[in-house]
């Protein structure tokens, strides 16, 4: 199994570029999170979803967007890129069943916008 | 309010002895769990251990535990036999069930992480 999946690695922007950082898992989670870590710090959740076509803001929305049109699926679109959205970006899913229901990582995206 | 506290920024540990990362947290919701999570330097999160507020026993795997003190508010981690590859940040979080748009979500709070370095 390929677990999650992120694209691209890296990515470097101009100011008021957009992009869309795409995530999939192969494991029929339900659940499927973006995250934002910024250099020395944890994790701060952008946006999840508990399935398809059902998605809800985290602590730090402002920026991004959000749509999960499939199970496996779940893009993370920056509109207008600042230098503030710097930072290396995780895609996760989690299952909806069992109470432990840990969340698997993707392997990240570098962002540097500049 | 921060719900998960790491109070060690960076810990040193010399290799093959054991070494204890601290965690506390705050909630009034009965129901939790909680997450230890590793991130080498390059960059991956990986799961360590979980511990649920009804388990009875702290938790286990491998080399690594959980010493859960539910009156204190701590599930401090424990890795036994430090070994160089055990070198990372350590995250510790703690699931929070809310009220999204279709009922209760489950999201991960964290901590802002515990260096550790494995002295050979």
């Known amino acids: 199994n390929a677990g999650v999946t992120q694209t691209p690695k890296f990515r470097i922007l101009k100011i008021g570029q957009s992009m869309t950082l795409q995530c999939t898992q192969d494991m029929n989670h339900n659940y499927m999170y973006w995250y934002r870590q910024d250099p020395g710090m944890g994790l701060k959740l952008i946006y999840y979803s508990v399935g398809a076509g059902i998605t809800d803001k985290g602590e730090v929305p402002n920026g991004y967007n959000v749509s999960r049109s499939t199970t496996e699926d779940f893009p993370l679109r920056l509109e207008l890129a600042a230098p503030s959205q710097t930072s290396v970006y995780f895609c996760?899913?989690?299952?909806?069943?069992?109470?432990?229901?840990?969340?698997?990582f993707g392997p990240g995206t570098r962002l540097t916008v500049t | 309010a921060q719900k998960i506290t790491q109070t060690q920024p960076g810990m040193f540990v010399q290799e093959k002895e054991a070494v204890t990362l601290d965690c506390t947290y705050d909630t009034s919701d009965p129901s939790y769990g909680l997450f230890w999570y590793k991130q080498p330097s390059s960059g991956e999160m990986i799961f360590l251990i979980y511990q649920g507020s009804y388990d009875q026993q702290n938790a286990t795997e491998g080399r690594y535990s959980l010493n859960f003190q539910k009156a204190r508010k701590s599930a401090n981690l424990v890795i036994s036999a430090s070994q160089l590859g055990d070198s990372a940040m350590y995250f510790c979080a703690m699931r929070e069930v809310s009220q999204g748009n279709a009922g209760n979500n489950r999201k991960l709070i964290w901590g802002l992480g515990t260096s550790l370095a494995v002295n050979p």
């Open positions: 996760a899913s989690s299952s909806l069943q069992g109470a432990k229901s840990e969340q698997y």
